[in-house]
């Protein structure tokens, strides 16, 4: 006989709390398992196991009709669930505007601090730039515009990728943006949905590992090694690729590190991403800090698949103007645009008129590379003499030194480093484990640079001694 509605929900009711117990279940052994890797030392994620995991869960789904991107949510979520479980380290609950903080807070009890902890030029606008967003505000440029941004800033950025790339775009590629890290943050908002992973090579900048999850997916993270010059493996970045992978961020010139990839490189990991489906999203806000040029992936073809992110924060030194933008396939940009219209409505005409200037001053991001690199010459020669190991930066705005272990926890050595010798600086554990590194940010004037690694080497020697 039919069973009635009431059944058939007590029962819709019974599987669904089966589930749980399922879960609980495949947990206790996840438990077990992260013992025996505790005892022989193995890394939690584990992409080849995942993968054959994933491959018989979507072999029992195809039996039952069940959508193979159900399946894959289910299973990234059961994978990440099992990583968290299993991984020891608790929560870094403290980040490097923890150390800003006490920086600022030492600096106004009058210790002379050196600041190289933030990511930021402390270079400013150009003045032309100062006053062009300012008369456009006087001028009343202040009022409710395209959530897509200004139309002539958007032709100007299609006119400057073309004299740089040679690479054709319209404006419908375009979007304007609130700084990079917005632009992150809708690229991950369009591209991935709940369940779908996002593949990031490490050491990276904390907003990859921290915007995936923000959406509802999940990190997938590739370790790269000093010893290897920051180069990923393209093999070791094929075995992370899963079917619920849908982008990979590339970040070059990499923040921490400094690497630019060469164009082989580059150029084998963007095929294998197209290769496989997957959407190149090219952080290249550090474009212009370079010594000999650059790999962009607009001098690829852009295709559908690639997403570029830039800003004005380093090239202009337009931090606090918050802007920066997206280009990308139209049907992308509409979507971004679409959420910016719907969050911030659009962003200020001014500040977007500002940019606008910024774009015509053709020498400003030359200079201001210009000072970034003679620091970048300052820092290496004075990590040479504390007789530091570090990747001699390609660009970027950072020097990612190895200092050892010189305690239990890198954040609290950071702290005691601070307290110590009043120098702030960002640990590695922050870019995904590298606890032995640090990160020097240039963002600083050269004195600030030098004194500050000085104090570092008298840091690190007396730390030694004391460990005898
Ligand atoms: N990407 C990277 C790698 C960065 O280091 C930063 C700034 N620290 C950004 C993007 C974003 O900068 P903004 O939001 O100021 O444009």
Known sequence: MEMDLTTLRAESRRLAVELVKVLAARREIVNKIAEHKKTLGVEAVAPDVEKEVRRAMLEEAAKHGIPEETIN????????????????????????????????????????????????????????????????????????????????????????????????????????????????????????????????????????????????????????????????????????????????????????????????????????????????????????????????????????????????????????????????????????????GLVITCVPEFIQRGALTALGLRDAPKEYAAIMMRRMEKAVHELEKIGAEFYRPDGGMYVFPRIGKLGEDAMATAFELLESKGVAVAPGSLFGGYDDFIRISLGAPDESIVKGIRLLGEFIAEKGRARG
């Open 73 to 340: 949510r289910i299973a990234t979520i059961i994978f990440s669930d099992a990583v968290e479980q299993q991984t020891s380290t608790p929560k870094q609950k403290l980040t490097h505007f923890d150390i800003l903080r006490r920086a600022v807070e030492l600096q106004k009890n009058g210790r002379e601090v050196q600041r190289l902890e933030v990511g930021e030029p402390d270079l400013g606008a150009p003045p032309e730039v100062r006053h062009s967003a300012a008369n456009a505000l006087l001028e009343g440029y202040a009022r409710y515009i395209d959530s897509r941004g200004l139309a002539e800033l958007r032709a100007q950025i299609v006119n400057q990728v073309y004299e740089k790339h040679g690479f054709e775009i319209t404006p419908e590629n375009v979007v304007i943006t609130p700084g990079g890290r917005f632009a992150i943050y809708l690229a991950a908002k369009t591209l991935l949905r709940e369940g779908d992973e996002l593949l990031v090579i490490d050491p990276s900048w904390p907003m990859y590992r921290q915007v995936a999850p923000f959406v509802g997916a999940r990190s997938v993270h590739v370790k790269t090694l000093f010893e290897d010059g920051w180069t990923p493996s393209i093999d070791a970045v094929e075995r992370h690729i899963s079917s619920s992978t849908k982008a990979i961020i590339l970040n070059y010139p990499n923040n921490p590190t400094g690497k630019i990839l060469d164009r082989t490189t580059f150029n084998k990991l963007v095929e294998l991403a197209t290769d496989h489906g997957i959407t190149v999203i090219s952080d290249e806000v550090y474009a212009d800090y370079v010594r000999d040029g650059h790999v962009s992936i607009l001098d690829n073809d852009l295709g559908k698949q690639h997403v570029l992110i830039q800003s004005f924060s380093k090239s202009y030194g337009m931090t606090g103007y918050r802007i920066g933008y997206v280009i990308a396939d139209k049907n992308l940009v509409a979507k971004m645009a679409s959420i910016i």
